[in-house]
């Protein structure tokens, strides 16, 4: 505000107009005793006052950095060399002009009124200097208060950014422990089933190879599922899923045999592409449990193609007919929904067509 105000009324503006008004006091004091005087030789008897007011300005100043004997110093030498070119100035210079300001060429006379008029304007010089110091010091006070008023509600403000971003880092590992505690708890059964198949696996190895491989293969889905929940990154290899996946794949044809109830078809190359683990097995598992499988005209599409930092995953199924469709389709799919979230916030796109006789499931995962 300051600055603004000092733009719109410039110093020197100010200065001028205090001159003005002070040299028509002058000059109407001067006129009640003196009616033939001019206005111009009131200017020329001010202006080496107006020059002592300005010098001693100055000298103030650099009393003010280079300390009180430098000041005092100062003061003297600038009397002396004031009271010199006054002198000439008012006896030599303005009568060449055709000015004569005094009668008397009295030097006594000349250094009582220069003495005077030196202190006397000194003092409106010291007095000025006082109040524009003392103008200058309250508006840098209040400058650096408002200064430390803003920087304190800049700390304020970061702090409580700071806490924000803390408290939803909190609550999102929060959510990611309940995620998982809620994941894990679905895993009690199949940590159940685990360890009972490899007791059934050291069993059946008497009787019958197949059925023996078999067993391991469901042993080694239950360990999957159990291991999944130990990622701390929520994250595991695409070929791990991949693998998995193919051994779901091929303990279902135990059911069907080799009727082409399911098309299955990869395509990419592994390139360190990773997802939530369970993310297709939990899709494929439900296209098993509510789909119609027995019709080989519309077997179950299943396909993923790796791209550079890109998975896309589609799953296609043919609707059971009167399928009472269960709450846990959807619990699946959320809880699937939620692990992305906190593993691929932004990143991933999830899409699903629930028609008439169709069930169509789309995912893509950006790395």
Not at 13 to 26: G, M, N, Q
Not at 90 to 118: D, H, Q, V
Not at 143 to 150: D, R, S, V
Not at 164 to 179: A, G, R, V
């Amino acid at each position: 505000m300051v600055q603004e105000k000092n733009k719109k009324t410039p110093v020197w503006l100010v200065h001028i107009c205090a001159w003005v008004v002070y040299s028509s006091f002058i000059y109407i004091a001067n006129r009640l005793s003196k009616p033939n005087i001019t206005v111009i030789e009131v200017a020329f008897f001010l202006l080496p006052f107006c020059t002592t007011f300005y010098v001693s300005l100055y000298s103030l100043g650099l009393y003010k950095k280079r300390g009180v004997l430098w000041g005092i110093l100062t003061f003297i030498i600038v009397f002396i060399v004031m009271s010199a070119l006054g002198y000439c100035y008012i006896y030599l210079l303005l009568p060449l002009a055709g000015m004569k300001l005094y009668t008397s060429n009295n030097y006594r006379l000349f250094l009582e009124s220069a003495i005077l008029g030196y202190v006397q304007y000194s003092a409106y010089a010291m007095l000025y200097f006082y109040v524009r110091e003392t103008v200058r010091t309250e508006q840098k006070l209040r400058w650096l208060q408002e200064e430390k008023l803003q920087l304190e509600k800049q700390k304020m403000q970061r702090e409580l950014e700071n806490a924000i971003l803390k408290q939803q880092e909190l609550k999102s590992q929060q959510d990611k422990l309940q995620y998982e505690y809620a994941f894990l708890r679905s895993q009690i059964n199949p940590h159940f089933l685990h360890n009972t198949l490899n007791v059934l696996f050291s069993q059946a190895l008497e009787f019958s190879q197949e059925l023996a491989d078999n067993i391991l293969k469901l042993s080694g889905m239950m360990r999957y599922s159990l291991e999944s929940v130990e990622f701390e990154s929520g994250k595991v290899p695409i070929e791990k899923e991949l693998e998995h996946l193919q051994t779901l794949l091929d303990i279902h044809n135990l059911r069907f045999g080799d009727t082409k109830i399911i098309e299955y078809s990869t395509e990419g190359e592994v390139q360190g592409q990773i997802l939530p683990p369970l993310s297709i097995i939990t899709i494929v598992e439900n296209a098993f449990k509510y789909g119609d499988l027995k019709d080989p005209s519309n077997p179950l599409l299943i396909k993923v193609r790796l791209l550079p930092q890109e998975i896309y995953f589609y799953c296609r199924n043919k609707k059971r007919k009167n399928n009472i469709q269960l709450s846990s389709l959807n619990i699946g799919i959320t809880n699937l929904s939620k692990r992305l979230d906190v593993a691929f916030k932004d990143m991933y796109e999830m899409k699903a067509t629930n028609e008439d006789d169709f069930y169509t499931f789309e995912l893509t995962i950006k790395n």
